[in-house]
């Protein structure tokens, strides 16, 4: 790894949140955080044996940024229930979207509770969820186990319920993915999907469940890596503009944090270069590119934003006005 050294506090890399290999601050992560003065890092089951060992590794990590950067890092990790929770045994394991979906609002809020009570206990500032995409009956789409249901009234009121529990009780709630990945007929983890909605009901049906969590306050909005041709013909959501900043910042007024999908994925890392994705991501307004799977993407990704930000003035700009939203973030977990 070759350095990237500038202000750390307000380095470009901020708005990067990373996975990392390892299970002890010394592994890998002491030299991302050196390196790229990276914002944060996302946790996956690879990085957790147990609570002691996470908190161990949390510790180090934090009081080592708190010296390098003169700042601490974002903590956040994918804690949505049934197949994709991070946290194993030691912690509450909890049941799928699908499941609570069934259950109902008491069993979102019994969950929620001990959802929060884990994360908070570790540092943990961010969980990245609950899903509010809408996801039709039939049980063999790939999202079927991460949703509330496929009704949108039902995926409003108990996403809005999930955000309440997890924020009143310490933890930043992450609606994704935005405008609405229930309808994709791929993964983007493999594939570019594209979707189509028949028209403005059809996508207002998507957007509703985001427009109530919006309204409810919460913390956190993640993106799609999914093309929607009605609302950008050209750019998927993670990189458009008319998405993110017409879209869910201007007509649904969303002022909190805005954060990629994992940049790593096919759907974004097989199709755009570094330099289109940070240029695209700051005119889009994202606050963190998350890269998690692949180290080696971090240097190129991190050059990128800080090479963009010192030659281009509009990418300078969309980073100054992203610091302001971090840090508004920052004083909720402060305070």
């Known amino acids: 790894m070759n350095p990237i050294r500038r ?10 949140l990373v996975g990392f290999r390892g299970q002890t601050f010394e592994e890998e992560l002491k030299a991302l955080v050196h390196e790229y003065c990276i914002g944060g ?28 950067l003169g700042r601490r890092l974002w903590v956040a990790v994918d804690q949505e229930g049934g197949p994709v929770q991070r946290l194993g045994p030691g912690f509450f394991q909890l049941p799928s979207a699908h499941e609570l979906g069934v259950a109902g609002a008491r069993s979102v ?8 009570m884990d994360l908070r206990r570790m540092g943990i500032q961010i969980n990245l969820a609950p899903v509010l995409d809408l996801v039709g009956r039939d049980s063999t789409h790939f999202m079927e186990a991460r949703s509330l249901g496929w009704d949108s009234e039902q995926v409003a009121d108990l996403g809005k319920l999930w955000i309440r529990v997890l924020q009143e009780n310490g933890v930043s709630a992450t609606a994704k993915h935005f405008p609405g990945l229930g309808r994709a007929e791929s993964d983007p983890h493999h594939y570019a999907p594209v979707i189509h909605w028949a028209d403005e009901e059809d996508m207002n049906r998507d957007l509703h469940p985001f427009r109530e969590a919006i309204r409810a306050g919460v913390h956190c909005v993640m993106t799609s890596h999914a093309l929607y041709p009605l609302l950008d013909p050209r750019w998927p959501a993670t990189l458009s503009p008319q998405i993110n900043g017409e879209w869910l910042r ?3 007024g969303f002022q909190g944090v805005l954060l990629s999908d994992d940049m790593d ?18 005119a889009s307004t994202l606050d963190f590119f998350l890269s998690c799977q692949v180290s080696e993407n971090i240097e190129p990704l991190a050059r990128a934003l800080a090479d963009g930000c010192r030659r281009d003035p509009v990418m300078a ?6 610091l302001e939203r971090l840090e508004r973030l920052k004083k909720r977990h402060d305070g």
């Open 41 to 68: 890092i996302v946790l996956f089951k690879r990085n957790i044996e147990a609570p002691e060992q996470l908190r161990c590794l949390l510790e180090d990590a934090q009081a080592f940024a708190r010296e390098s």
């Open 7 to 16: 202000s750390p506090e307000k380095d470009p890399g901020i708005h990067l």
């Open 265 to 282: 994925m096919a759907a974004v890392s097989e199709r755009y270069s570094v330099e289109e994705i940070a240029r695209q991501g700051f």
């Open 109 to 116: 809020k019994e969950w929620g509770k001990k959802a929060a």
């Open 250 to 252: 201007g007509k649904l």
């Open 317 to 322: 700009q969309a980073h100054q006005s992203s």
